[in-house]
Nanobody, 123 residues
Framework: QVQLVESGGGLVQAGGSLRLSCAAS????????MAWFRQAPGKERDVVAT????????YYATSVAGRLTISRDNAKSTVYLQMDSLKPEDTAVYYC????????????????WGQGTQVTVSS
């Protein structure tokens, strides 16, 4: 069992930055591919970024590439999402997810989810 706890969300003006963190319980963090998803009101949950177990491979949604950066620290059992040049359309609840399978953009293939953290970008 893995528990994920996100933090770092908040209200920021367009063009600003935030850094989200997701701390995982347990001793097997390095066994999981990790991802960040987001869900805006009335919309589906979409992938933002994924990262492999060793951090050597990353994937970004087209809408965030070049502005958001996913990273992980396996010694701290934590995955991060650095968010720069934020836009109002980035407003959503952000969720981290852990999966035993390889990196994937499919939400249903992730085994554990955090409770989410709200990010609001004002124009």
């Amino acid at each position: 069992q893995v528990q994920l706890v996100e933090s770092g969300g908040g209200l920021v003006q367009a063009g600003g930055s935030l850094r989200l963190s997701c701390a995982a319980s347990g001793r097997t963090f390095s066994s999981y591919a990790m991802a960040w998803f987001r869900q805006a009101p009335g919309k589906e949950r979409d992938v933002v970024a994924t990262i492999s177990r060793d951090g050597g491979s990353t994937y970004y949604a087209t809408s965030v590439a070049g502005r958001l950066t996913i990273s992980r620290d396996n010694a701290k059992s934590t995955v991060y999402l650095q968010m720069d040049s934020l836009k109002p359309e980035d407003t959503a609840v952000y969720y981290c997810a852990a999966g035993r399978t390889r990196q994937t953009v499919v939400p249903g293939l992730y085994d554990y989810w955090g409770q989410g953290t709200q990010v609001t970008v004002s124009s």
